[in-house]
């Protein structure tokens, strides 16, 4: 199927342009540690807000 990949697509794009993007790390463990950083705060919660701001709206 055709979308299979549109959601690992999205979120690698979104990580690039709002993390990667302009950033130098200074190691490997430290690029780790803000991937995991952004990845469980910032991208998670903002598909969670995204996602019930949705169901909200259709109400």
Known sequence: MFWD????????YTL??????GNKFESIEGAKS???????????KKDCIIYWSKRLLMR
């Open 5 to 12: 990949n549109a959601v690992a697509e999205s979120f690698f």
């Open 16 to 21: 690039k342009s709002e993390l990667v993007d």
């Open 34 to 44: 803000k991937v995991f950083e952004w990845a469980e705060i910032w991208y998670n």
